[in-house]
């Protein structure tokens, strides 16, 4: 058996050759880069939106990745949206009558999940008077809005508009003779014409050319009307999004960053401050190293959860105030005590008898001579506790006593719980962010155990 | 001129159990005193447990002895206090270690290490520096000096790691070096290499040695005074020549006897071993310390304690019977 290699360049040569080595590696690579590309992928200002509901209303609600149209085409659709529409204006004394025509293929398998319309009006004093029918690929015509929008954006969401629902009860009611209680508007616009057409289940897709048409009439000659159609899909993005509209894209990438951060910075500051505190105990007398140790006993058998619960609930912290909070709980604890095995060893060494010898001073060996011995050992440390800081964020946000503000793994996975999205079949609003913690913990934790073998002698294979 | 008086030194390490009682004391130094000279070499001889590199380590300072007075150029090191003082006492002392390979920092390349005396005592301009360390390089003739200056511990010899410590211990321009057995660990060929260099390096740089070793082979060739211990005490102590050639203590009689002999006329003789084992330190025997495996012992060794008394001139003996009693080597005739 060799003995450990002392330098840290020497170790890392140590540790790419293990497989363990490689994967961890390889995973914190993985890992590193997203949190290092995320920042130009989606700027920090779409992270700060996480909460404004508002801001993510384009998207559809729920909706499983978009590669599931690919694996199952029969169940998820994506979304269409009709912005560009050809307009003919005829005047007719003061009325001025424009008709916005657009058409799209409807070709999935599956009914829309939400129709939305968004009307963007402009006028002088009358408001203008729109009629918006959806001609269907079998010839039928059905008017899906009618009314005088407001000045600037008219958000309509047929699905739950009640006018509009109207104008579909009155279109089964003049077809069928039945007047149906509930109605579902995306369900009947896009089914084949038959009794059936308000039910999900029994109704079948009406596939084909779509023809939008959309009369205003104006009164007066400022009067403008842009319309856009929202036809959503059940599957968007690369990860769906969750049911407040959110891509959660944007939520995953963003917590690889701060994950990252939160769990290298607390690992990092803790493990040093617990190994110099540690080691510098020790090393100073009989007596710092017996309060140091007790210390440290103490704060190893205080439950830090709770009380970090408790912090939260009557501060209310962010992110960065959390992380002081981890650090102060964390000044002394294992590490201090692996940091005064190692000084026990190390003091005995000659060459630390040699520095005194010549007149080096206590300070002066500590940080010169013991502690460089101990890098390695603190990497080790400080890749094996980063992954306890990572779950400890992320339990805090699941509890949602995280930062409120920005998205992490976390927050997303208590977001999901409260709406109990894997009893609903939301696989995708808990698996991703699952996933990611794994893999950063499991790339840490590999990591740290390769490293740990190259620099315990213990463990070195033969 | 004397340099170093050692006067009655007493190194006790208190024994406890639990925090409260206390069990005793090892007494690994009790009652030494000897004296150096400038520019001469004492071979502090004896088994390991007989508290030599104790008394090595506190003539360094390295260890505060419980009494006695370490009288260092004129100067009392056991009662400095002031770091001025005793920064000045570290800079004229210097160790050199038994184990090379664990004397020399593993994380500093060469010529770090021999520059950290330096920087610590205060040698501000880095080419200074740099001369001085490629000087006791060259000193200690590890040539040529840019490369062993580069280099880590890890990649020397143990020969050449021992190079390194001496000249780490000689960079300060020390007037008194402690060598801890220091080359008990290297390969026989290194071995007479080292001793030839620090034979040198005393005539060159008017050192003084305390040679602290259990191998009397190596001190006949080295020292010029010796000091044989045992049991925390010095039992012998005179003029290395006349110690080897007359020794009157029975436990130095035996040491010298189990030296390997090469002439082949004594083919036959039988080596004096001395049963037993040292005794534990913390319960020694009363009396004389070595009248439990001295074949000469009788009532009054085991009550009554012997001092250093001078029985030749200069040659210091502690037993009741000094010159009285010989170890008697027995010879067989021819192997049957």
Known sequence: MSAPPTGLKQVFREVLRSKTGIIGVVLLLFITSLALLTPFIAPFDIAKKWNDIQWWSDNPVLAAPSWMTIIMPDKYSTTIILDEFSSTTTQQGDIRITTHTSSFRYSFRNFPSEIKLVLDADYEVQKPQIRITLSRPDGENIVIFQGLPNKGENIVNLSLDPQSQDLIVSYLFSNFGVAPSAVYPEVVLFAVKDANMNDRMKASVLRGIYRLTIDVIAFDDRTEVRPRLYVYGNAFGLFGTDAFRRDLIVGIMWGAPIALAFGTIAAVVTVLLQVIIGAAGTWFGTRSDELVQRVADFFLIIPVLPILILVNIIYGINIWALLGWVILFSLVGVSSKVARSMVLQIREEQYIEAAISYGASKKRVLFLYMLPRMLPYMFALIALSAPIYIFLEATLSFLDLGDPNIPSWGKILGDAYEEGALYLGYWWWVIFPALMIILVSLGFTLFAYSFDKVVNPRLREE | ?336
Not at chain 2, 44 to 57: A, D, F
Not at chain 2, 278 to 297: E, K
Request: some cysteine; proline content about 7%; overall charge positive.
């Open chain 2, 1 to 336: 001129m004397t340099l170093l008086k050692v006067s009655d030194l007493r190194i006790w390490y208190p024994v406890q159990k639990g925090i409260f009682s206390r069990l005793g004391y090892v007494k690994a130094v009790d009652g030494v005193s000897f004296s150096l000279n400038e520019r001469e070499t004492l071979a502090l001889v004896g088994e390991s447990g007989s508290g030599k590199t104790t008394l090595g380590r506190a003539t360094l300072g390295l260890i505060k002895p419980t009494a006695g007075h370490i009288i260092f150029d004129g100067k009392d090191l056991t009662k400095i206090t002031d770091k001025k003082q005793l920064m000045e006492f570290r800079r004229k002392t210097a160790m050199i270690f038994q184990d090379p390979f664990s004397s020399l920092s593993p994380t500093f390349p060469v010529f770090r290490i021999l520059e950290e005396p330096l920087i610590i005592h205060g040698v501000k301009s880095k080419e200074e520096r740099v001369n001085i360390v490629y000087r006791a390089l060259e000193l200690v003739k590890l040539q040529p000096v840019e490369l062993f200056a580069a280099k880590y511990p890890h990649m020397l010899s143990g020969g050449q790691r021992q190079r390194v410590a001496i000249a780490r211990a000689l960079i300060l321009g020390p007037k008194y070096v402690v060598a801890d057995e220091p080359v008990s660990m290297l390969d026989a060929s290194v071995r007479v290499e080292i001793l030839y260099l620090l034979r040198e390096l005393q005539e060159k740089l008017g050192l003084a040695f305390l040679y602290i070793t259990h191998d009397i082979a190596t001190a006949k060739y080295f020292s010029h005074k010796i000091a044989v211990m045992y049991a925390g005490k010095i039992v012998e102590y005179g003029e290395t020549r006349e110690v080897l050639r007359n020794p009157i203590h029975p436990y130095t009689q035996a040491l010298i006897s189990t030296l390997p002999d090469p002439d082949p006329k004594n083919r036959f003789r039988m080596m004096v071993v001395i049963k037993g084992e040292p005794p534990n330190l913390m319960n020694p025997p009363s009396g004389c310390r070595f009248h439990p495996r001295c074949p000469f012992a009788n009532e009054k060794c085991s009550t009554e304690e012997p001092f250093l008394r001078e029985i030749n001139e200069g040659h210091f003996v502690s037993c009741h019977y000094a010159g009285e009693v010989f170890i008697k080597e027995t010879t067989t005739s021819a192997v049957s």
